[in-house]
């Protein structure tokens, strides 16, 4: 990771958005140090042990009181510092405590804050960069959003579960396998069809786990188109496709050896052809047509002319 210190002396150097976007994807992810009043639930001991330096864990529930400065016009100030060298000798005695804690933890403690808090200050006593009200209440709204989006994927619906599935298979276990044993891969969904990738979807699935889908619900198609060029067409089934979702797999052959693995995949307001390489990666192309001629499109990646 960038250095912090260093990213904030260059933003306080010169205050630009390429600079000062760079401090805040660090800062984002970083342990920042906050002078802070004495948390409840601290002995003297314990505070003795931190104002030497040592680490102390704060208890479950303390109530948190970060040191709140006052600037010349008024203005309620919360210092942040990135680090402890950016804390002046002369100002390091000026709390009781000093916090380590994660920059979404700073936001959080100012919005909340009872002296209605006006702005973060990183680095106050050097970089003196100011982080205003506005700002600060913008990225307590994202965290939020975030924080839901991390609960909501550890506590997944049902349609998002399987949607997942889609995934797995279509960009995951099935181009793995193909690039791995593409000769044994191809004969099993040319012999089983439909039934080998019901089994992919129950493997992925785990074992003991039902799937929502039987095997009439998958599409499995090969077609010599020249001579030299085949292709497979796979359709996944139609329930529980969100974002992101493969809808449609084409597998091309060329000249009997040269493997090719193209996705429709659905998108905002629409579908693209993305193609998938043996490294799994991902490379959207251009958006799939809508009449019908994805076979046709996918018949001239394989043999540009």
Do not use: W
Request: aromatic share 6%.
């Amino acid at each position: 990771m960038p250095d912090l210190d260093h990213l904030a002396r260059t933003f306080a150097t010169e205050r630009n958005n390429e600079n000062f976007n760079a401090l805040m994807t660090v800062m984002e992810r970083a342990l920042v140090f906050v002078p802070a009043l004495r948390p409840e639930g601290l002995t003297d001991e314990e505070i003795a042990e931190a104002k030497k330096g040592k680490n102390i864990p704060i208890k479950n529930g303390s109530k948190l009181s970060p040191l709140v400065l006052v600037k010349s016009d008024g203005t309620k100030a919360m210092p942040v510092f990135t680090s402890k060298a950016s804390i002046p000798p002369d100002k390091a005695k000026m709390s009781p405590v000093l916090l380590n804690i994660p920059f979404e933890a700073c936001v959080d403690m100012a919005v909340k804050h009872p002296d209605n808090m006006m702005e973060l200050v990183i680095n106050p006593f050097t970089d003196a960069i100011g982080l205003n009200r506005k700002f600060i209440e913008i990225q307590s709204q994202r965290y939020e959003n975030l924080k839901k989006q991390r609960q909501a994927a550890q506590n997944p619906t049902p349609e998002q579960i399987f949607a997942g599935l889609h995934v797995k298979v279509g960009m995951d276990i099935l181009p793995r396998s193909l690039f791995a044993d593409p000769e044994g891969t191809m004969s099993r969904i040319k012999a089983e069809k439909n039934r080998a990738l019901h089994r992919m979807y129950l493997e992925a699935a785990g074992k003991g786990r039902g799937i929502p889908y039987g095997e009439d619900d998958f599409s499995v198609m090969s077609l010599s188109i020249t001579d030299d060029l085949e292709i497979t067409r796979i359709d996944l089934p139609e329930k529980h496709q969100l974002i992101g979702c493969p809808v449609s797999l084409f597998i091309t052959v060329k000249d009997g050896s040269e493997i090719g693995y193209y996705v429709i995949q659905k998108a905002e307001g629409k579908k693209v052809i993305a193609q998938v390489d043996s490294g799994l990666n991902r490379t959207v192309i251009e958006d799939a047509p809508e009449n019908g001629t994805e076979l046709e499109t996918i018949m001239s990646l394989a043999l540009p002319q």
